[in-house]
């Protein structure tokens, strides 16, 4: 499985933005899909995840109510819509895809990454 990551930049706080991940390969063992992200001197955390086939959603708490994860399975694509944004949410954003069924909220869950996409968001 490859995945292909896009739609990071430069947004003023409060803004929006909207990341795709893009499955390819063999898309047909995937079971979720998420995204985490890493600011400089931190370590990687959790954003979102879905289950491919159901749709069922997880968030981490620092996004809950702001982002939105989605797929459209027939584009084999996940995307993350990002609203209110904060400086805080700075970061180097990667879309991960897992076979099997785990928990999901650990990098530990996942099997293929994508490449990270920057998101600088100004205040």
């Known amino acids: 499985v490859q995945l292909q990551a896009s739609g990071g930049g430069l947004v003023q706080a409060g803004g929006s933005l909207r990341l795709s991940c893009a499955a390819s390969?063999?898309?047909?063992?995937?079971?979720?899909m998420g995204w985490f992200r890493q600011a400089p001197g931190k370590e990687r955390e959790f954003v979102a995840a879905?289950?491919?086939?159901?749709?069922?959603?997880y968030y981490g708490d620092s996004v809950t109510g702001r982002f939105t994860i989605s797929r459209d399975n027939a584009k084999n694509t996940v995307y993350l819509q990002m609203d209110s944004l904060k400086s805080e949410d700075t970061a180097v954003y990667y879309c991960?895809?897992?076979?099997?069924?785990?928990?999901?909220?650990?990098?530990?869950?996942?099997?293929?990454w994508g490449q990270g996409t920057q998101v600088t968001v100004s205040s």
């Open positions: 390969g063999r898309t047909i063992s995937i079971y979720a």
């Open positions: 879905i289950k491919w086939t159901v749709g069922t959603t």
């Open positions: 991960a895809a897992g076979l099997g069924s785990r928990t999901y909220y650990t990098g530990e869950d996942y099997d293929y």
